[in-house]
């Protein structure tokens, strides 16, 4: 059971962490969880490329050890790269120090302070800790990419019937996501391109310093 968008309550709820920009301009931010992987994360930048679009991918530590150029590659393209824990933790199966060692082990690989939780599920108590140290990115469209039980025109609906100025967006760049994300990605691209939109990364929440990361 998800939502493919989150309640403005549950955003003013929990206000550590980022849910949307406030963006002045007309500009959408797109994010991708869980690679980088060679079957789709190249796929995904070459798509990316041809809109002249940003983004921001949340990368599994383990993920940036096995494909080190993939993930040189997306940062060289001009996209931002957070942290999505070393394996894919849940926050809320996983004891706070375990946690909390995880997710440090992937920020220093990946190298940056944008940390967003797998399933988007963390403990009050690990919130309070994590919230020193590392921005923490939710989104407010969840294009659902993840789910066999909907099409991959149900997933580019989530993604347009949501979708407002400053929307944090997600999608995924795993095996279970890929006939979703090749199907949604370009025609989103093409859709908000014709309306005026630009596609930016996160990078301006890069801010902490790197020594925090320790």
Same mark, same amino acid.
């Given at each position: 059971?998800?939502?493919?968008?989150?309640?403005?309550?549950?955003?003013? !709820?929990?206000?550590?962490?980022?849910?949307? =920009?406030?963006?002045?301009?007309?500009?959408?931010?797109? =994010?991708?969880?869980?690679?980088?992987?060679?079957?789709?994360?190249?796929?995904?930048?070459?798509?990316?490329?041809? /809109?002249? *679009?940003?983004? =921001?991918?949340? #990368?599994?530590?383990?993920?940036?050890?096995?494909?080190?150029?993939?993930?040189?590659?997306?940062?060289?393209?001009?996209?931002?790269?957070? %942290?999505?824990?070393?394996?894919?933790?849940?926050?809320?199966? =996983?004891?706070?120090?375990?946690?909390?060692?995880?997710?440090?082990?992937? *920020?220093?690989?990946?190298?940056?302070?944008?940390?967003?939780?797998?399933?988007?599920?963390?403990?009050?108590?690990?919130?309070?800790?994590?919230?020193?140290?590392?921005?923490?990115?939710?989104?407010?469209? !969840?294009?659902?990419?993840?789910?066999?039980?909907?099409? *991959?025109?149900? #997933?580019?609906?989530?993604?347009?019937?949501?979708?407002?100025?400053? %929307?944090?967006?997600?999608?995924?760049?795993?095996?279970?996501?890929?006939?979703?994300?090749?199907?949604?990605?370009?025609?989103? !691209?093409?859709?908000?391109?014709? !309306?005026? /939109?630009?596609?930016? %990364?996160?990078?301006?929440?890069?801010?902490?310093?790197?020594?925090?990361?320790?």
């Amino acid at each position: 059971m998800y939502l493919s968008y989150t309640p403005r309550f549950l955003q003013q !709820l929990l206000p550590n962490m980022v849910w949307r =920009t406030d963006a002045a301009n007309k500009e959408l931010f797109l =994010t991708f969880d869980d690679g980088p992987i060679p079957e789709i994360t190249e796929w995904i930048l070459e798509t990316l490329k041809a /809109y002249k *679009a940003k983004a =921001t991918f949340f #990368c599994v530590g383990q993920n940036i050890e096995r494909h080190q150029t993939i993930f040189e590659q997306i940062k060289a393209e001009g996209h931002a790269v957070g %942290s999505h824990t070393y394996n894919h933790l849940s926050g809320w199966a =996983t004891e706070n120090v375990d946690y909390i060692l995880n997710v440090r082990k992937a *920020a220093k690989l990946a190298g940056t302070n944008l940390f967003r939780p797998p399933y988007g599920r963390l403990k009050p108590s690990q919130t309070r800790f994590l919230k020193h140290h590392y921005r923490i990115i939710m989104w407010d469209v !969840l294009s659902g990419d993840f789910d066999p039980s909907i099409s *991959a025109e149900q #997933c580019f609906q989530n993604v347009i019937r949501n979708t407002i100025n400053g %929307s944090i967006i997600v999608f995924h760049d795993s095996l279970k996501s890929q006939e979703k994300v090749m199907y949604t990605l370009p025609k989103v !691209l093409e859709h908000y391109t014709n !309306l005026g /939109y630009s596609f930016n %990364s996160l990078d301006q929440f890069n801010r902490i310093p790197a020594t925090q990361l320790a």
